[in-house]
């Protein structure tokens, strides 16, 4: 009997089920990671991008990052080139390169994106090189504390 079956079954996500995460822009949703399924290899999301969304730049120092795009069109910004990307077509961004994803079509577009392998802990595994959407420090008012 396969013992790994046992100690660590199939695991089902559904996008549907996970709350989106947009802090970086777009909606991107994690399904199978270490805390979902356990996983030791990397981790699966997907990420929806409407019509003019973007995900910030960033980096990953310890992982690869490999993408699909399962609908639509998504301009990928990588170490300062650019790549389209359409359905049914995938890009590997090596660790180390810095990216942003940008939807700069008429229609949403949707990505699947597996990072591997993990970074030894969760909160080295992604350094931002630009504002994510929102976060810009807006000045004190009057009589505000500093």
Do not use: C, Q, W
């Amino acid at each position: 009997m396969n013992r790994s079956r046992i100690l660590f079954p199939p695991t089902k996500v559904a996008a549907s089920d996970v709350e989106p995460n947009r802090r970086l822009g777009g909606a991107t949703r994690v399904l199978l990671s270490p805390g979902s399924a356990m996983t030791t290899a990397g981790f699966m999301a997907v990420l929806d991008l409407e019509s003019g969304e973007h995900v910030t730049e960033h980096y990953h120092p310890y992982t690869d990052e490999h993408v699909y795009i399962a609908a639509g069109e998504i301009v990928a910004r990588v170490d300062g080139g650019e790549v389209v990307l359409s359905t049914r077509e995938s890009l590997l961004v090596r660790r180390g390169a810095r990216h942003r994803y940008e939807n700069r079509g008429d229609r949403p577009a949707t990505a699947v994106l597996f990072l591997g392998p993990l970074a030894p802990r969760p909160e080295l595994g992604h350094v931002e090189t630009e504002e994510p959407p929102g976060s810009e420090l807006t000045p004190p008012s009057v009589g505000d504390a500093p």
